[in-house]
């Protein structure tokens, strides 16, 4: 299988200051990055899913503190 050329990535747009609009987000295609520049230690992978939690509405405010995270990385 070959690997695609392009790809379609979410850009966030605007950040929200109350309900998510259409123009929150757009959508661009950007070319995907070859094998050939690839950097040592960096991968490229094919998304199969993609999942959306509520809280990450949160994470696009202007005054979100990452101590509110409930990840374990952050």
């Known amino acids: 299988m070959s690997i695609?050329?392009?790809?379609k990535v979410w850009i966030l747009n605007?950040?929200?200051?109350?309900?998510?609009?259409?123009?929150?987000?757009k959508l661009e295609e950007k070319p995907v990055t070859t094998e050939d520049e690839l950097k040592d230690g960096e991968m490229l992978l094919?998304?199969?899913?993609?999942?959306?939690?509520?809280?990450?509405?949160?994470?696009?405010?202007?005054?979100?503190k990452?101590?509110?995270?409930s990840l374990p990385l952050c």
């Open 66 to 69: 990452p101590v509110r995270c």
């Open 46 to 64: 094919k998304v199969i899913a993609l999942s959306n939690d509520p809280a990450q509405r949160t994470w696009m405010d202007d005054d979100y």
């Open 4 to 7: 695609p050329k392009t790809q």
């Open 14 to 25: 605007e950040r929200p200051t109350s309900a998510i609009k259409e123009n929150t987000f």
